[in-house]
């Protein structure tokens, strides 16, 4: 049974930092490209940065660059989201997602193999 589990969410002020991890189990987590997408109250699911299976590549989207880090321990089975400076407009439940394709790093959540649960996020201004 795979599951994947978010932790590290809550409630920041603004300009503010927190780590999200989403642990794997079930699956061969090297062989998983990792993503993290986020979902908004009224709002479509949209992507917000991706990992390759090695780690040595990474792809953000453009509201979160410069802001927001991804990284991954193979050994631990997770994968991290680092975020600084953060913004109420990142206010929002953030999902991971593993996939063994490239469609889901590239940023199409329909094309994600599996997903967590999710954790909010909630930033006050």
């Known amino acids: 049974q795979v599951q994947l589990v978010e932790s590290g969410g809550g409630l920041v002020q603004a300009g503010g930092s927190l780590r999200l991890s989403c642990a794997a189990s079930?699956?061969?987590?090297?062989?998983?490209?990792m993503a993290w997408f986020r979902q908004a109250p009224g709002k479509e699911r949209e992507f917000v940065a991706a990992?390759?299976?090695?780690?040595?590549?990474?792809r953000f989207a453009d509201s979160v660059k410069g802001r927001f880090t991804i990284f991954r321990d193979n050994a631990k089975n997770t994968v991290y989201l680092q975020m600084m400076s953060l913004k109420p407009e990142d206010t929002a439940v953030y999902y991971c997602?593993?996939?063994?394709?490239?469609?889901?790093?590239?940023?199409?959540?329909?094309?994600?193999?599996?997903w967590g649960q999710g954790t909010q996020v909630t930033v006050s201004s």
């Open positions: 997602a593993a996939d063994r394709g490239s469609r889901c790093y590239g940023g199409i959540p329909g094309q994600c193999d599996y």
């Open positions: 079930g699956i061969t987590f090297s062989n998983y490209n």
């Open positions: 990992i390759t299976w090695s780690g040595l590549s990474t």
